[in-house]
């Protein structure tokens, strides 16, 4: 599976917004690219999902680049709630490969007041 | 994280006990999975039930066994509990039909376990 590069930690002020990076050259073209965050204390949860285009949903957008090689998740208006780690993860999409998400160390979010 | 129910929330045993983890999920979904989280690392796969009366091993099966007793819930077993198996353990469900890359999984709030 290809691998993803995020870096360790991020800051960001309260109520601005904050682009999370994620690089993954190694890409294939039966990739989606899957956002996930994990608040203190709790399981991971579902952010976004794309494949080539660009997405938005009702908790984040996801610029994804033209080659594929790179991603950036965008929170429109950071809150403290948003400080968590943030996984982007590559998930095969052919039928013999759903199983695996092939978790990294993530980014820690941290949002100053 | 509300479809997806986990007990016990937290759990202490000596080396050499066992004890079951159990998973329960409210939202129909066919594919089950058991995940391990040591600190500051991602989620590593344990096992996984694809549909009901199915399983399979993920990356690190070794010194756990898994019951996919019904279509909702997803049991995991340690038979003789080892220092090293002290992490966090979540379960999580995928609805799969269609394309599976193209599914989100949803987590449970995990069980944490220490073993003394």
């Known amino acids: 599976d290809a691998k993803t590069t995020q870096p360790n930690s991020m800051e960001s002020n309260e109520e601005e917004p904050v682009h999370l990076p994620c690089n993954h050259s190694t890409i294939s073209g039966t990739d989606y690219i899957h956002w996930y965050r994990q608040l203190p204390s709790q399981g991971p949860e579902y952010v976004i999902h794309g494949l080539t285009s660009n997405v938005n949903n009702r908790m984040a957008s996801l610029a994804i680049a033209e080659d594929r090689k790179s991603s950036t998740l965008i929170l429109h208006r950071a809150t403290l709630r948003d400080a968590a780690v943030y996984y982007c993860i590559l998930r095969d999409y052919r039928l013999d490969s759903n199983y695996q998400l092939i978790w990294g160390a993530g980014t820690k979010l941290i949002i100053k007041p | 994280n509300a479809g997806v129910t986990q007990t016990p929330k937290f759990q202490v045993l000596k080396t050499g006990q066992s004890m079951t983890l159990q998973c329960a999920q409210d939202?129909?979904?066919?594919?089950m999975y058991w995940y391990r989280q040591d600190p500051g690392m991602g989620l590593r796969l344990i096992y996984y039930s694809a549909s009901e009366g199915t399983t399979d091993k993920g990356e690190v099966p070794n010194g756990y066994n898994v019951s996919r007793l019904n279509k909702r819930e997803f049991s995991l077993r340690l038979e003789s509990a080892a220092p090293s198996q002290t992490s966090v353990y979540f379960c999580a469900i995928q609805h799969s039909t269609g394309l599976y890359g193209n599914q989100p999984q949803h987590f449970g709030d995990g069980t944490r376990l220490s073993i003394l």
């Open positions: 939202m129909n979904h066919n594919s």
